[in-house]
């Protein structure tokens, strides 16, 4: 458990050095806002387009290879860059944008590697408790990241910054070594030959079994409706111009709702384990959907604190109960694949969405774009309420 927790937090720290550090100095090489948000709208891309065709991959190897090789080139890229950054300035812009494509790509096989692999570490009792401490220390290792990554970038620049980031992808690569799996109890499908034929038959299996799967199948609709209308990007936007607050206060701001989904985390496990899931899943949207309006009405910063806690705290327990069963309903073999293509559905609108909602934001107030994504957030969450297959789910593990 400590292993597994270890190399899965040093990986989300080394990647939000990275990508604030990327997103950064390409605003300062290029002064463009737009391409920034490119970079954040590249992952999204990946998961769409690659994310179904990695999870074939994940599922037909060895999850802990697949984990190891992953952190490896993650830690490659801060080289390549380092390396280009010093040889060919010139070209350093495209050189960034690529690999921030190589970057996304190789990210999308950590999260399948790690469901496959959860079960076989830990044990099926003790998966939603891991899943919540493993919520703590992501978010933990993100906000210390994007500390560590400005602290570095303003005294030791892109380069110390690079090197940085690939020795502890190396650390995480290092800890994935020392993880002991069970034998697997289909070898067979981890001996696969890559053929043609041979992977696009598994992508069509992973896709019948997410269709049989009505539960996850319901949830992944979910995601994408509350996906139709992203606000995440905008919520810098709202609280600048709406509560007037500067860099600092909105770096507060963030690190307090943040703090509190940390803590929410140790104790989400067992708290959901005594839930019915369908309560977790649709009432944790529609408080956080109440919050989003909330906030788009209010002025006064210690309400949107407040506010925002909630919200954390929400999306903590509807990440743990939606990892939870991702993991619990469904096959080992078939565990990335799954994971994969729920990915890729949740996030198939978001590109257009991300972009979409930061031009209205110029034309219109925000605060209406938040009255729209609440009540919007609030009717998606009413979808598992109809499924009589995650009514009849008692527990979640």
């Not at 030791?156 to 690079?162: A, E, Q, T």
């Not at 299996?205 to 949830?219: A, F």
């Not at 899931?277 to 949107?304: E, H, K, R, Y």
């Not at 590109?351 to 925000?366: M, Q, S």
Request: charged share 15%; aromatic share 10%.
């Amino acid at each position: 458990m400590t292993l597994i927790i270890s190399s899965t937090g040093l990986g989300v720290l080394a990647d939000a050095i990275y990508t604030l550090c990327i997103a950064w100095y390409i605003l300062e090489e290029t002064n463009s806002a737009f391409l920034t948000s490119v970079i954040y709208t590249i992952s999204f891309i990946v998961n769409v387009i690659f994310g179904p065709f990695i999870g074939v991959l994940v599922d037909r190897t060895s999850p802990k290879k697949a984990m190891f090789k992953a952190y490896l080139v993650l830690a490659l890229i801060g080289l390549i860059l380092i390396a280009a950054y010093l040889l060919i300035n010139n070209l350093i812009i495209f050189i960034v944008l690529a690999m921030v494509i190589l970057n996304d790509v190789a990210q999308a096989f950590i999260n399948p590697s790690v469901g496959r692999m959860l079960p076989r570490l830990v044990g099926m009792k003790k998966i939603v408790v891991v899943n919540g401490y493993m919520s703590s220390v992501e978010r933990s290792a993100s906000v210390l990241g994007k500390a560590i990554a400005g602290i570095l970038f303003s005294f030791i620049g892109f380069i110390g910054v690079m090197l940085t980031h690939s020795i502890i992808f190396l650390l995480a690569s290092l800890l994935t070594t020392w993880l002991v799996l069970p034998k697997s109890l289909n070898k067979k499908n981890e001996k696969k030959v890559l053929t043609r034929k041979n992977y696009l038959a598994e992508l069509k299996e992973g896709i019948n079994t997410l269709k049989q799967q009505k539960t996850l199948l319901i949830l992944s609709l979910m995601n994408m409706g509350v996906n139709v209308i992203s606000v995440g990007h905008l919520y810098i936007v709202i609280f600048k111009t709406q509560y007037g607050a500067n860099a600092t206060q909105y770096g507060l701001l963030e690190a307090s709702g943040i703090g509190v989904s940390i803590l929410a985390g140790l104790f989400v496990g067992r708290l959901a384990k005594k839930i019915k899931p369908i309560i977790t899943l649709s009432f944790s949207n529609i408080i956080a959907g109440l919050c989003m309006i909330l906030i788009g009405f209010f002025d006064q910063l210690m309400i949107a604190v407040i506010l925002l806690s909630i919200q954390m705290i929400c999306s903590v327990f509807y990440g743990v109960v939606f990892g939870t069963l991702l993991i619990t309903l469904v096959k080992e073999e078939f565990r990335a694949r799954i994971d994969s293509l729920v990915v890729s559905i949740s996030a198939s609108i978001m590109p257009v969405t991300v972009l979409l909602g930061g031009y209205l934001a110029d034309v219109i107030p925000v605060r209406y774009i938040f009255y729209v994504a609440g009540t919007w957030v609030i009717l998606m969450s009413a979808l598992p309420l109809l499924s009589k297959e995650t009514r009849k789910i008692e527990r979640i593990s």
